[in-house]
């Protein structure tokens, strides 16, 4: 094995990355670069080497090399450049070497530490704006975080991971550097071999990352085996179609979306989930369509939050109390507007329909209950 | 005129040892002899300082060879060493009330 990646310390964490690259080194592993989550290695004899962290804060938009002049001064004095990451300067003196400590004046340490600390609450202020702005299109109130969430669980489990893992590694970085910068400014030298128990972090910091990722593959995998089909005649899952209505008629085309008649399903961790679709032409120029958004929960329980969920964030409705109780026999309960709109339950089964029948007048919330009830016995 | 504000003993180290042109690790040297070994000073505080006194013209870049930059002490530079080391002579003028309570 000729290199070798491991995940390093935090960037905030000067000593732990220092103690870090010397204890690989008297492992027989050598530094040879740094990215952000891993650090890539050579193998060498084993030995103890010296590893020091220069940290270089240009201001914004300058080149952010260590300059050459200061480079020289210390490969002069025994250190060899090794590697760098954003304003992290990685020096290592070999072993028996007797290179000296970067900064005899630990207060003149704590200035170059000043703007990583300003840059850092930057960060967060940025990171709290990037996060509001990225939660916006997740939709106007609650009801469209839950039906979203329902059919994208993984999506957005991700989502809350990555935020708590971003947030954590912020307030960490601040935790370390600080502790770094009132100690130097105290006047005692930096440590450069902590000892500190870095366990409770880690857990937290890799569980927190490798759910997340896990979380953004299994979204990725539902991606996969999500199909989209032309409608079949017959249902073949927990939907109606427009017969079951009494509506007959050859399947034809929205006339102002061009869209014609289809089905999706997928599967997630809280539910299988079917959206369909369905169009036929009519005599006397009309046509008859439908919507339905169909859920089976995995978690029967969670069936009155979605229906709440769908009731609120309807297309039509203004919300939920637009909605009104209908009697639905053989159905938990059942919701109709006054227009277009139905939604349903029964037991892990919620269905949100959106239909028109030839005229806005037809649209009959007893007849469509009864079909479903019909479809979901059969279930 | 303000007056100046103390130097750090880096500072006036650095100055003192610019009397004569040198790059960054000459300078450290030269700071140990001139300290009797007493002054060990890194090479991130050394470099720090200087950039620190080449913004305030105390110092003047004078020479590339390489990556190595050899500088030279200002007038400017010259003057507030002057000045430095009057401060730090009355004060040991004004220490010897020291030497006559311990007799």
Sequence with gaps: MNRKYKFHPGEYELGENEKFYSDMEAKGWRLVKRGRYLSRFKPVEPSNARYRIEVYTPPFLEDRTLPEGQIAVYEDCGWEYVADYSFLHIFRAPEGSDAPEFYTDPAQQAATLKKVRRDLWWSIALSAIMLGLFALPFGRSAAGHIKRAVQ??????????WLVWAVWQLLWGTWKINRIYYRLKKGRPMDHAPKGNRVLHKILNQGLLGLSLLCLLLTVGQLIITRSDDLPLQPDGPYIVLSDLGYEGERGTLFYQDRESGITHTCSLLSDYWEV???????GDHQAWMYQYVYRLRFPGMADKLARALMEDSVFARDADSYHKVEAPGLDEAWATDGLELVAVKGELVVYIECMMDTYDNFDPQVICAALADRWAAE | MAEQAPMTEAMYYILLALLQPGHGYGMMQRIRELSGGRLEMGP????????????EGWIVLTGEEGRRKTYAITEAGRTALLAEYDRIKRMAADGKLLEEVGK
């Design chain 1, 152 to 161: 994208l669980p993984t999506l957005y489990a991700f989502y809350v991971l």
């Design chain 1, 277 to 283: 679709f369905e169009i036929i032409d009519r005599p």
């Design chain 2, 44 to 55: 991130g505080t050394l470099y720090g300082v200087l950039s620190r006194m080449n913004r």
